[in-house]
């Protein structure tokens, strides 16, 4: 079931709108003319969403918009986001799990010691903001270039 909204005609038809400028009831069918609104419309579509909401397809209504994560919905991504940790095995590193944060905290989160295992043990690893010259980097190092992104 998709989520739906209160439409303009849903309160045209059920709300005051629909009944004369001069109410000439009985005090309480004129507040019958009140209470028909929420009764029709806002308690049935209230109800409704929280059906929908707690159905187990409501995750795929649900928009998302997670760095990292291409799909469009919770459901998608959360399986998107699945599908990556699932293959993730000790030695590796995940996609998009290098960060700004952690190659720029002091210390780095990232750094020789925490990335063995990961590289051959001859190959050595420096890290800066800057393009690296030849002085920066010895034979058998690779050299992480990192941008600090712009404060939005």
Same mark, same amino acid.
């Given at each position: 079931?998709?989520? *739906? &909204? @209160?439409?303009?005609?849903?309160?045209?038809?059920?709300?005051v709108q629909? +009944? #004369?400028? $001069?109410?000439?009831?009985s005090a309480?069918?004129? &507040? +019958?003319?009140f209470?028909?609104?929420? /009764? =029709?419309?806002v $308690? !049935?579509k209230?109800?409704?969403?929280?059906? =929908?909401?707690?159905?187990q397809?409501a995750?795929? +209504?649900?928009?998302?918009?997670?760095?990292? !994560?291409?799909?469009?919905?919770?459901?998608?991504?959360?399986?998107?986001?699945y599908?990556?940790?699932?293959? @993730?095995?000790?030695?590796?590193v995940p996609?998009y799990s290098? *960060?700004? !944060?952690k190659?720029?905290?002091?210390? #780095?989160?990232?750094q020789?010691?925490?990335?063995?295992g990961?590289?051959? %043990?001859? !190959?050595?690893? &420096?890290?800066?903001?800057? /393009?690296?010259?030849?002085?920066?980097?010895? /034979?058998?190092? @690779?050299?992480? $270039?990192? *941008?600090v992104? /712009? %404060? %939005?």
């Open positions: 079931m998709a989520f *739906t &909204k @209160i439409t303009d005609s849903d309160i045209t038809s059920n709300g629909s +009944q #004369p400028n $001069k109410l000439t009831g309480q069918q004129n &507040k +019958q003319v209470d028909d609104l929420i /009764e =029709e419309v $308690k !049935v209230f109800n409704a969403l929280i059906d =929908e909401l707690i159905a397809t995750a795929e +209504q649900i928009g998302c918009s997670a760095t990292g !994560v291409a799909s469009t919905n919770v459901n998608d991504a959360l399986t998107e986001i599908a990556l940790i699932s293959t @993730i095995s000790q030695g590796d996609n290098i *960060t700004h !944060v190659l720029s905290s002091n210390p #780095p989160a990232v020789n010691d925490n990335l063995s990961i590289l051959p %043990e001859y !190959v050595g690893i &420096k890290m800066g903001t800057t /393009e690296p010259t030849t002085d920066d980097i010895s /034979e058998g190092e @690779i050299y992480l $270039k990192y *941008t992104p /712009e %404060e %939005e």
